[in-house]
């Protein structure tokens, strides 16, 4: 475990970047350090691997103080990632990855071929091995920091906003790399960001700095979410606090529905069993969703599927949550959601009605809960 342990620090021209900070880091977890620009995040990542010494305080790794270690040695113990991912330039991708084994003692050979696993780990291509930094895109050249980062395998990661500088899409495909990673090599993670999204996605702990280096909140994302410690952090989580909690609560116990399921090919017995709905769900031969349709509309055997109703963006019930489960019952025009197996294929439908009292039922459990820790 990272302890921080009431860390100040001030620089020589006295601006005070963190103030009395204590935090218990988990191992093998995700922990961000989030807020907004200026409020000491930088600083505190710094302190830790000691490109930045405390002025008072400690910071304990796995009981002892980081200043009794040789700087070396913890250094190693710790990848370092940084925004634009800070590669050697006039180095290749491979030997930017393999530059610490080498470092390190590891033959070329070993450190290229540990380097070129690397890249496959961090879903990079292994024909830009040879490439130079400058050849690569923001999002690739940010995967070649991570996999550098982790070539010496060290127990520790510690990133600084290592997404901010690239395109929305490529900042999530880099998130769920992360988190596959890190269900992978269970790594100790100390994340910083001044994406409240990001570090709700991210971090098994949320720590919400505010400036001047001062723990606002340091709590799970969903508690963030339901029991903002203050205005500022209420503030900083923005808009949609309540939807966006939702991401947490699982989609599997919501009752679904089947009758209102036909198949295209389904006989005229079948659909007037089901017509009691006010619309079916046709799905194709393979039980895959087509559309919705009123049943008096359908004629045995002659569905036409360029009449059917969009049914919206499907969840899969367990995986999904109840955010995802809700969208897809807001966008459906019918006001069903559709729920589909790994496959696709569908395995019933759920009203916004159900989807509500499935919400309502999570907060009353919520609410008991907070009440059974006291
Ligand atoms: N080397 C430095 N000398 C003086 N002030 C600094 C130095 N580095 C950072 N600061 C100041 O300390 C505060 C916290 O900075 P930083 O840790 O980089 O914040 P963040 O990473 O959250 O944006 C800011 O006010 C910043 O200007
Ligand atoms: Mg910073």
Redesign the pocket.
């Known amino acids: 475990m990272i302890r921080i342990d009431s860390v100040s620090k001030r ?3 006295g ?1 005070v ?1 963190v103030d009395r900070l204590s935090l218990d880091i988990p191992d093998r977890a995700i922990t961000v350090l989030v ?1 907004p ?8 990542l710094r302190m830790i691997n000691r490109m930045v010494e405390p002025s008072e305080g400690r910071i304990l790794l796995d009981g002892e103080d980081v200043r009794e270690r040789p700087v070396n040695s913890l250094r190693r113990s710790m990848g370092y990632v940084i925004q634009n991912a800070g590669l050697f330039q006039h180095r290749t991708i491979i030997d930017n990855i393999a530059t610490v084994p080498r470092l390190l003692g590891t033959s070329k050979r070993v450190a290229r071929e540990q380097a070129a696993e690397l890249m496959e780990r961090v879903g990079l291509d292994t024909a830009l091995a040879r490439r130079y930094p400058y050849q690569l895109s923001g999002g690739q050249q940010q995967r070649v920091g991570v996999a550098r980062a982790l070539a010496a395998d060290p127990p520790v990661l510690l990133m600084d906003e290592p997404f901010s500088a690239v395109d929305p899409v490529v900042r999530k495909g880099l998130q769920d790399e992360l988190l596959r990673i890190q269900d992978e090599l269970g790594k100790t993670i100390v994340f ?1 960001t001044h994406d409240i999204d990001e570090a709700v996605k991210l971090g098994t702990m949320v720590a919400v700095l505010r400036t001047g ?1 001062h723990l606002a909140q340091f709590a799970p994302p969903a508690e963030l979410l339901s029991d903002p410690a203050d205005p500022f952090v209420e503030d900083f989580l923005g808009a949609d606090r309540g939807i966006r909690r939702l991401s947490f609560f699982a989609s599997g116990e919501l009752a679904l529905e089947t009758a209102p399921v036909v198949p295209i090919d389904a006989d005229a017995e079948r659909i007037s069993g089901a017509a009691t709905a006010p619309y079916l769900l046709v799905t194709d031969t393979d039980g895959a969703p087509l559309g919705w349709a009123e049943p008096e509309r359908i004629v045995a055997g002659s569905i036409d599927k360029d009449q059917l109703l969009s049914f919206g963006r499907p969840f899969r019930p367990g995986t999904d949550s109840l955010r995802t489960a809700l969208d897809g019952a807001v966008l459906s025009p019918t006001g069903w959601a559709v729920a589909v197996d790994g496959d696709g294929r569908a395995l019933g439908v759920v009203s916004q009605q159900a989807v509500g009292e499935a919400i309502r039922a999570a907060h009353d459990e919520h609410r008991t809960d907070a009440k059974a820790a006291g």
């Open positions: 620089y020589p021209d601006t970047a807020g620009s200026g409020c000491g995040k930088t600083t505190t910083v280096g």
